[in-house]
């Protein structure tokens, strides 16, 4: 069974300019997570969908970053416009419903200059 | 608000040595699930155990064990005849159950860096 995919695996990009993340998750897992981990931290919930409906975006600085789930499978998180402290690494999580693991993709380390 | 501690940031210890990871947790949630996940150096999160809350059974899976006592709010992971291999940032995390039936997202603590020497 394949995992959690994500692409780009890096991305350098200026302050101010603008940068997209994609994540497809593990066939049929209707949940899925983005979470942003920086460096020396434990990651930190950015928003949280079933199917395509948004659970959960408490967290989720809405000013610059928007997250989608179009048709309840892969999901893109861009940020625009990017700040310095926004250097981290973006990782993408699914889970089946009921089932309360999370399965984690390889992440995309952003680094903003 | 949920909380998770881990206090120790760095552990080193020498191949074969036992070494138990401590986590402390905080929720007002009655229900709620405790998780243990390894991040090799590659980067990749590694699911290790899930615990419920109305299950205070430890576990013993292979070299690991998981210690779940609700009474101190801890749940604390050992490692016995440690091995190299088991060099990696080890997070304890907690998540609460939503309405929809899954689990919420997870609330990490800082992680343990864990050494161990050949």
């Known amino acids: 069974e394949a995992g959690v995919a994500q692409s780009p695996r890096y991305k350098i990009i200026e302050k101010r300019q603008s940068v997209a993340f994609w994540c497809n998750p593990i066939s049929g897992h209707a949940t899925l997570y983005w979470y942003q981990q920086i460096l020396g931290q434990g990651p930190k919930l950015l928003i949280q969908?079933?199917?395509?409906?948004?659970?959960?975006d408490s967290q989720l600085p809405k000013d610059r970053f928007s997250a989608e789930r179009l048709k309840g499978v892969d999901s893109t998180l861009k940020i625009q416009p990017a700040k310095l402290e926004d250097s981290a690494v973006y990782l993408c999580?699914?889970?089946?419903?009921?089932?309360?693991?999370?399965?984690f993709g390889p992440g995309t380390r952003l680094t903003v200059t | 608000a949920q909380k998770v501690t881990q206090a120790q940031t760095e552990i080193s210890v020498v191949e074969k040595e036992d070494v138990t990871l401590d986590c402390v947790y905080e929720t007002r949630d009655t229900t709620y699930y405790l998780f243990w996940y390894k991040q090799p150096p590659s980067g990749e999160l590694v699911f290790l155990i899930r615990r419920n809350s109305f299950d205070e059974q430890n576990e013993i899976s292979g070299r690991y064990s998981w210690n779940f006592q609700k009474s101190t709010s801890s749940f604390n992971f050992t490692i016995t005849a440690s091995q190299v291999v088991d060099s990696a940032v080890y997070f304890c995390?907690?998540?609460?159950?939503?309405?929809?039936?899954?689990?919420?997202?997870?609330?990490f603590g800082k992680g343990t860096h864990l050494i161990i020497q050949p």
């Open positions: 969908f079933q199917n395509n409906g948004v659970v959960d």
């Open positions: 995390a907690l998540s609460d159950m939503y309405s929809g039936g899954g689990a919420d997202g997870l609330t």
């Open positions: 999580a699914s889970s089946l419903p009921g089932v309360y693991e999370q399965y």
